[in-house]
């Protein structure tokens, strides 16, 4: 079982960018796919990408194809969630997960 903790969200203006992390401590994080999700304001949880345990796999929901990029480094432990050209409503808590294992969640608020 791998224990995730995020890091990276905060606020930002329309347009602009931010890289989520996603640090997993113990066991197993390189053999596991992590997934990406988010929740908005008043609304449920939504699977945004995910990563295969390799790497050589990417998938991501329609709303953020193109603009986010799922990334891993198996060495560091660690996926990143790179968000560009980003829009009010990609405000949520974002949150990652792999095995039966989620973070606590990062805010992203995109506002001017």
């Known amino acids: 079982q791998v224990r995730l903790v995020e890091s990276g969200g905060g606020l930002v203006q329309p347009g602009g960018s931010l890289r989520l992390s996603c640090v997993a401590s113990g066991s197993g994080f390189s053999l596991l796919a992590v997934h990406w999700y988010r929740q908005p304001p008043g609304n449920q949880r939504e699977w945004v990408a995910t990563i295969t345990s390799a790497g050589t796999t990417k998938r991501y929901a329609d709303v953020v194809e193109g603009r986010f990029t799922v990334s891993r480094d198996n060495a560091e432990n660690t996926a990143y969630l790179q968000m560009d050209a980003l829009q009010p409503d990609d405000t949520a808590v974002y949150y990652c997960?792999?095995?039966?294992?989620w973070g606590q969640g990062t805010q992203v608020t995109v506002s001017l």
């Open positions: 997960q792999a095995g039966q294992s």
